[in-house]
């Protein structure tokens, strides 16, 4: 064990420091820098008072997916898409360091975290949520716990995706799906609708308790640093852009509704047709 994971396991701080700070502080980063893109597409403030704004329904759900896994690549991703990406990349170099500082840790401390985070306390939450906010006759409470729900399907059908594409090996040798790190996407992916919603009042703790989420996967020898980082860039992004096109106003989401288009492929050695599905 290096020098730095010695003196870290001795105080039980500088290791979940370092990733804090890098977690905690990429949400305030990106979205001072997006800012200026948002205002491109701003995001109506929910109407009080109404219990349904006519975009988050359930007969809209299926195409709001769709809209928020194609909303995803969009201007306003941009910025927080490099702030995370040149911060994983810079994690990358202290993977082994931070590692080796958790290494001998006997608290556990992380136990609680990886089980209620974990997948299936994750989905009882969400689904519970949902379905209190179906009831519900607060607009705000009832809009955030329906981008809750889309935000956990699409972050999980791209978190999925990454993992498959990119294939590395867990820390602890598990299997090769450690990048990125699931747990934290999704704990990011429902801080930024809360965020988004209720503002920092509430985004705040709900950030703080997705960085406690992340750093229990680096304490559960589960994720590298650069996993974890990663992780909350994807769920941040996922995030904030199911609350943007489900906030649309309904004469733009039907401008905007999905069209097929179909058109013949003729080249020297490919026949064939082309379709495209635009959301």
């Known amino acids: 064990m290096s020098n730095i994971g010695r003196h ?7 290791a979940t420091g370092v990733a804090l700070a890098l977690l905690l502080g990429f949400a305030p980063a ?17 109407e009080q008072g109404v219990r349904d704004d006519g975009r988050r329904t359930m007969r809209r759900l299926p195409a709001n997916l769709g809209r928020g896994i194609v909303g995803v690549f969009h201007g ?3 910025v927080p898409f490099l702030v995370g990406g040149t911060a994983a990349a810079g994690a990358s170099f202290f993977d082994q360091d931070v590692r080796d500082s958790f290494q001998g840790d006997t608290q556990n401390w992380g136990d609680a975290l990886e089980t209620g985070a974990g997948p299936v306390w994750s989905t009882v939450f969400v689904a519970g949520m949902f379905t209190a906010g179906r009831f519900s006759h607060g607009a705000r409470f009832r809009a955030m716990t329906y981008d809750m729900l889309d935000a956990a399907v699409v972050n999980f059908g791209y978190t999925e995706l990454v993992k498959v594409a990119v294939g590395r090996e867990r820390p602890n040798g598990q299997d090769n799906k ?4 699931g747990h934290t996407s999704n704990s990011f992916a429902l801080a930024a609708v809360a965020e988004r919603h ?3 009042k509430v985004g705040v703790p709900a950030y703080l308790l997705a960085g406690l989420v992340g750093a229990s996967r680096l ?10 980082v990663a992780g909350a860039a994807l769920g941040y992004i996922v995030g904030r852009t199911v609350v943007r096109v489900n906030s649309r106003s309904l004469e733009r989401v039907a401008s905007a509704g999905a069209t097929v288009s179909v058109a013949p492929i003729v080249g020297r050695h490919a026949r064939g047709l082309q379709m495209s599905v635009v959301f």
């Not at 396991?9 to 500088?14: M, Q, Y």
């Not at 304490?219 to 974890?228: A, I, R």
């Open 219 to 228: 304490e559960q020898d589960k994720h590298y640093l650069s996993d974890v």
């Open 178 to 181: 450690s990048f990125p790190s």
């Open 76 to 78: 306003d991703s941009l």
């Open 8 to 14: 870290a396991t001795k105080t039980g701080v500088p």
């Open 198 to 200: 209720y503002g920092w």
């Open 30 to 46: 990106a979205r001072a820098a997006g800012e200026a893109l948002v205002a491109a597409d701003p995001v109506p403030a929910v």
